[in-house]
């Protein structure tokens, strides 16, 4: 399965409107991505584990945080394009966000 990694802005949705009832924990940044084919419209799950720029974790009712994103499928790239919005996921609808750009995937390579 290949894996792409993206900058996005995320929101997360406060608990009042269906967010998280607390911060992740620190360790877990697993969550899934629901994304649409902008041509098709065809949207599609995807796994995904995000990383703040500060190390922190994300809170419920945070705004538009930067993020790195590493998600995972053949297709991801079909549907995680630059400008593109999608939902993240954790159990229900937990916020949004937008992807800023792609990031250079670099292969690593075992010893030679």
Request: charged share 20%; hydrophobic share 35%; with cysteine.
């Amino acid at each position: 399965m290949k894996r792409f990694r993206y900058q996005a802005l995320v929101t997360l949705y406060p608990p009042q409107q269906g967010g998280l009832p607390a911060s992740l924990p620190a360790e877990t940044r697993c969550l899934v991505v629901r994304a649409e084919d902008q041509q098709t419209h065809r949207s599609k799950l995807f796994s995904s584990v995000l990383m703040t720029a500060d190390d922190q974790p994300l809170r419920p009712g945070d705004a538009r945080r930067v993020v790195t994103m590493q998600v995972n499928g053949d297709d991801a790239r079909q549907f995680m394009r630059p400008g593109g919005e999608f939902t993240l996921w954790f159990g229900t609808d937990v916020g949004h966000g937008t992807v800023s750009r792609q990031l250079v995937n670099w292969a690593l390579t075992g010893p030679r």
